[in-house]
């Protein structure tokens, strides 16, 4: 009987977003399993697909097509993560097919060329027989002259290796160096030959008969450092073949150079003891179980985390712990390291592309136990978890904008049921879905309401900016501020500085009419990139030159307002000239690797005051810091969306715990306009339990989550009237279907209503309990999809920006 294969096809529209059957052609029977990539015909074309199941009967009445030929050798995809594709993309509204390429390495996906390379311990028959005296040959030229079978075989036995060419050769780094080519006793008779006055050259020959015989390249690097030549030398000696001149691939292990100090497990505190006493044991019990851990900054919520990782380990299982990206810092990076060493893969947006599969195989192989990793590590291919870990839990990062639009703590949630063990939800400020479910007993909450030893929590003042206003003109800084940085240069301790993005606080101006320079395609103010001298739009990438004169009244007084920080910076550098500055926002970390030397340097107290973003609120842990300055804590405050208090208090609870970690004590001065707003007087006061009662009886009064789910659809198009004409239509289309306790908010144009060329309109459903509405938004997506010029709907389920 001819075996039939599912396949979901590499075609992202609703039309397709099913399995097709296939018949599996005699060549390839026995060597096809769920979860291999395949090439199948489709309509006039060849086109990817995943195997998605096996079976022997198929409804389709035509004859079946046949598959082409087979992708990967083994499944690339295991049961449980095709069977979380299948749910991610019903309760995402996403592709089927969005799913299964979300799960894999990038390197993985079409677009990547794969040959199969011959190995050195080859049968040399094989090298005449497949190779053809090659020695790589293209993937689909393999399969085409033997079996994928044979070939998986092969590779089982180490004579041939799977390769996946990274196109982007650009980011290769490529070093001069040099092969020892003479013996030592070649180089002593080459020094004695020299003249007195060729120094260098002498201790360069010295240099080269202590390295005679190294079979492995040295970086010029290296030996400039090392012998004490110039360049200069080099390249004469290399003239007269001292050495063999080479080019060294620059290696690209993001951990390169690193010694991670190893780490012990510390002495526990007593609220910690209980923490993990509680969890291992239901890792070993194997129960699916959530334990929300709420506890304070610096309560050490991470040595419980490690600690419940040891455990897992010892019992053969398996751990994941996700990070937000933005927390993922090289201090996180070293304390997992130095705990579990090689144990440990590591997987986020700061790896190159094969850096990212190299870890994703180690992964696979089961030579890593342990991830670690931002959102889309939460797909990482682990076998016998015994407990995943989610630090930061409310973190906004772990939803994903695109399609599919998932949060990582479903996915957490679905994958522990899967594998029936514990799940660590953690955070100083949880969301309050999280929260609330605790409260309802859903969730077993462990409260961690001390820092480590004791340490107190650091003291909190809240200046009024509206007094300071009128003091001084139109500084950033108040008199208090100003007072506790001068103090802390002059003990030597440090100082961290947050200045609350303003989204887009750098434009250009015109002072005369007030022309702001906007993007031609979106509907919003073009930002001032001073590190390239351009004008960038961050929806849509347009850019262009930094104008001279107005586009509308032709004056030449335009005014830059440059990124909010580089401002602050100088204005600090002018009110203590003394003060050593690091700035950390997007335009100084935009190199690789420039965040983690900028937190070396602070650590090595290279710098007094670190100046950033929000993104330095997180996860920082540096002894000497006794003062953290919050710029402008209103920022997220004016933002039109339910959560802005929420935000606001998550940010500053977060900031001020960077504030005396260690034994010196710590402050934190907040700069506001709303000082008796409740998140700032709550975060003063480090009352998460009493911001949750406040937050969760405003949720209550305005029928917001978590007393209700939320939907938000977007429909968009080229044409205004169009995206407006269907929104109405699918409000039209859900109304019938709700019941009376559904609230719909909208619709309306979205607050940056105009993006890439295109206008989108938007409603967002409240309910709590709508039988029908699943159904009929999974119609509305099957209905809706045009080409790409045309209308386009996109439904989010909980999400976690409105704007
Ligand atoms: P959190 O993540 O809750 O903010 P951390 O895990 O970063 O807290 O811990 C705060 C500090 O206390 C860190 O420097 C950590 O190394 C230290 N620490 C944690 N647990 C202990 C312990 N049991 N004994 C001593 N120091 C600890
Ligand atoms: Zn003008
Ligand atoms: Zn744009």
Same mark, same amino acid.
């Given at each position: ?7 979901? *096809? ?22 096809? +399993? ?36 087979? *992708? ?39 677009? /990547? ?199 897992? =380990? ?15 810092? @090289?201090?996180?990076?070293?304390? *997992? ?6 144990? *440990? ?5 700061? =790896? ?13 192989? %089961? ?6 990793? $931002? ?67 859903? /969730? ?56 609350? !993005? ?57 005014? /830059? ?78 933002? @039109? ?19 005396? !970690? ?8 907040? %700069?506001? /306009? ?8 709550? $975060? ?21 989550? @978590? ?8 429909? +968009? ?11 109405? %239509? ?19 144009? !979205? ?5 890439? !060329? ?26 809706? %999809? ?18």
């Amino acid at each position: 009987m001819t075996q039939i294969a599912e396949v979901i *096809v590499d075609v992202p529209t609703m039309q397709t977003n099913r399995p097709f059957d296939y018949a599996i052609p005699a060549s390839l029977t026995e060597q096809i +399993s769920p979860g291999m990539r395949v090439v199948v015909p489709f309509g006039k074309r060849q086109l990817q697909g995943f195997v998605v199941a096996i079976t022997d009967q198929s409804s389709f009445e035509g004859t079946l097509k046949e598959i082409v030929s087979v *992708v990967d050798l083994r499944p690339v995809l295991n049961h449980e993560l095709l069977q979380l594709s299948q749910w991610l993309a019903q309760s995402t509204f996403a592709f089927w097919i969005s799913c299964l390429q979300t799960m894999l390495p990038s390197v993985m996906k079409a677009s /990547y060329e794969k040959t199969v390379r011959l190995e050195p311990t080859a049968d040399p028959k094989l090298a005449t027989e497949l190779f053809q005296g090659k020695q790589e040959i293209p993937f689909s030229e393999a399969t085409s002259l033997t079996s994928a079978h044979k070939l998986l075989q092969l590779q089982k036995e180490q004579q041939v290796e799977i390769v996946y060419h990274v196109n982007n050769r650009a980011h290769k780094k490529m070093l001069k160096g040099l092969l020892p080519t003479k013996s030592a006793a070649e180089c002593e008779a080459l020094k004695a030959n020299l003249t007195k006055s060729a120094k260098k050259q002498a201790l360069l020959l010295t240099y080269l008969a202590s390295v005679a015989g190294q079979t492995e390249a040295i970086a010029y690097q290296q030996v400039l450092a090392a012998a004490a030549v110039s360049r200069e030398t080099l390249r004469t000696a290399a003239k007269k073949g001292w050495f063999k001149e080479v080019a060294i691939e620059q290696y690209r292990d993001p951990y390169a150079g690193h010694t991670v100090e190893h780490t012990k497990p510390r002495v526990l505190t007593a609220e910690q003891s209980a923490a993990v006493t509680q969890i291992s044991q239901a890792v070993k019990a194997s129960e699916n179980e959530v334990y929300l851990v709420e506890g304070v900054t610096g309560s050490g919520k991470t040595e419980i985390y490690l600690q419940v990782i040891q455990d897992a =380990l010892k019992l053969g299982k398996t751990a994941l712990m996700l990070v937000p990206e933005i927390a993922l810092t @090289p201090q996180m990076v070293n304390r *997992v390291k130095g705990r579990f060493g090689e144990r *440990v893969a590591m997987l986020h947006s700061g =790896l190159s592309t094969g850096e990212r599969y190299d870890e994703w195989r180690r992964i696979e192989r %089961q030579e890593a136990q342990v991830v670690v990793g $931002a959102r889309s590590a939460v797909f990482a291919p682990l076998s016998h978890l015994g407990v995943i870990i989610m630090d930061e839990e409310h973190e906004t990062s772990y939803k994903q904008d695109d399609m599919p639009r998932y949060n990582a703590r479903d996915v957490v949630l679905w994958r522990a049921k899967y594998h029936n063990c514990p799940v660590i939800l953690g955070s100083a400020t949880p969301s309050l879905e999280s929260r609330a479910r605790a409260q309802k007993g859903v /969730y077993h909450l462990i409260r961690l309401k001390h820092r480590v030893n004791d340490r107190p929590m650091p003291e909190v003042t809240v200046v009024d900016m509206k007094n300071e206003l009128k003091k001084t003109t139109e500084g950033n800084f108040s008199e208090l501020m100003l007072a506790q940085i001068r103090q802390r240069l002059i003990r030597h301790e440090q100082s961290v500085l947050m200045l609350n !993005r303003r989204g887009f606080s750098s434009f250009v101006m015109c002072r005369d009419c007030g022309f702001v320079l906007k993007c031609p395609n979106c509907d919003i103010s073009l930002t001032l990139h001073m590190d390239t001298h351009s004008m960038k739009c961050h929806y849509c990438g347009h850019e262009e030159a930094i104008p001279k004169v107005c586009a509308n009244c032709h004056s030449h007084k335009i005014r /830059y307002y440059g990124t909010g920080t580089q401002k602050v910076e100088a204005e600090l550098k002018e009110l203590l000239p003394t003060a050593r500055i690091l700035r950390m926002d997007v335009d100084t970390t935009r190199r690789k690797g420039a965040h983690e030397k900028i937190l070396n340097q602070f650590g090595r107290h290279d710098a007094d005051i670190l100046l950033g973003t929000q993104m330095i609120a997180k996860g920082l842990d540096f002894p000497d810091v006794t003062l953290v300055g919050v710029l402008n804590a209103d920022t997220a405050l004016g933002l @039109p969306d339910f959560r802005a208090s929420e935000r606001t208090f998550q940010l500053l609870t977060q900031v001020s715990g960077r504030a005396g !970690r260690a034994d010196k004590k710590g402050e934190v001065v907040v %700069q506001t /306009y709303n000082p008796e707003h409740y998140a700032i007087q709550l $975060a003063r006061h480090h009352d998460y339990e009493g911001f949750y009662k406040r937050e969760m009886t405003l949720r209550h009064q305005g029928n917001y989550p @978590p007393y209700y789910f939320t939907i938000l659809l977007t429909a +968009s198009h080229e044409e205004e009237n169009l995206a407006a004409k269907k929104i109405f %239509q699918l409000m039209n289309q859900l109304k019938p279907v709700l019941s009376k306790e559904a609230i719909i908010l909208g619709p309306t144009p !979205r607050a940056i209503a105009r993006v890439n !060329r295109r206008y989108y309109y938007q409603m967002v459903i409240k309910y709590k309990n709508e039988p029908n509405l699943n159904a009929e938004l999974t119609k509305i997506m099957q209905d809706n %999809q045009e080409t790409k010029k045309g209308i386009q709907i996109s439904i989010d389920r909980e999400p976690l920006s409105f704007i």
